[in-house]
Antibody
Framework: EVQVVVSGGGLVQPGGSLRLSCAASGFTFSNHWMYWVRQAPGKGLVWVARINTDGSYISYPDSVKGRFTISRDNAKNTLWLQMNSLRAEDTALYYC??????????WGQGTLVTVSS | DIVLTQTPLSSPVTLGQPASISCRSSQSLVHSDGNTYLSWLQQRPGQPPRLLIYKISNRFSGVPDRFSGSGAGTDFTLKISRVEAEDVGVYYCVQATELWTFGQGTKLEIK
């Protein structure tokens, strides 16, 4: 069974940092691009980071570029999102999502990140 | 950036009746490889999104056949032939032809 389990969310002050982890199982992790997608409370979906199969290609939208860093360890079947200089507008539920050739086919439960003083 | 516009934003439907959601793209979603990477997601209350349809009309594993997708180019439609109570939630179209963008979501509710 395909599973992606996210952890690491919580309450952080503006300007602070947080690291999210995504543990993948039930599939060959190294064969898939992976994404982080977030959803602000009551709002829609926005991708915030993506990484190719071996980590050699990474991209971010302008909203998080320079502040967020995505990485992966295929030996550990784990994906991370390091979030620095957090802002109130980063408050959201963060999902780890598997990409199967331009199809976001498996979504984890998500972890809530709250940026507030 | 490609913009996806969904209509309606809210759809009250009677149980057992059909429902239809439209998704219009600001530019063609036909990729240079010939595929059209338009998917539909369902998000039930309190749940993560779930893939329903990919590449316009392909149902994902385990998705009931009352869900169908159609369209081409810039105009796409998700149809539910007979709405059931478990279909309540928000539906998103999402394109992956050029980066990724999501529609704003359509809330399906029961009348």
């Amino acid at each position: 069974e395909v599973q992606v389990v996210v952890s690491g969310g919580g309450l952080v002050q503006p300007g602070g940092s947080l690291r999210l982890s995504c543990a993948a199982s039930g599939f060959t992790f190294s064969n898939h691009w992976m994404y982080w997608v977030r959803q602000a409370p009551g709002k829609g979906l926005v991708w915030v980071a993506r990484i190719n199969t071996d980590g050699s290609y990474i991209s971010y939208p302008d909203s998080v570029k320079g502040r967020f860093t995505i990485s992966r360890d295929n030996a550990k079947n784990t994906l991370w999102l390091q979030m620095n200089s957090l802002r109130a507008e980063d408050t959201a539920l963060y999902y780890c999502v598997r990409d199967s050739v331009r199809v976001l086919d498996f979504w984890g439960q998500g972890t809530l990140v709250t940026v507030s003083s | 950036d490609i913009v996806l516009t969904q209509t309606p934003l809210s759809s009250p439907v009677t149980l057992g009746q059909p429902a239809s959601i439209s998704c219009r793209s600001s530019q063609s979603l036909v990729h240079s490889d010939g595929n059209t990477y338009l998917s539909w997601l369902q998000q039930r209350p309190g749940q993560p999104p779930r893939l329903l349809i990919y590449k316009i009309s392909n149902r994902f594993s385990g998705v009931p056949d009352r869900f169908s997708g159609s369209g081409a180019g810039t105009d796409f439609t998700l149809k539910i032939s007979r709405v059931e109570a478990e279909d309540v939630g928000v539906y998103y179209c999402v394109q992956a032809t050029e980066l990724w963008t999501f529609g704003q979501g359509t809330k399906l509710e029961i009348k």
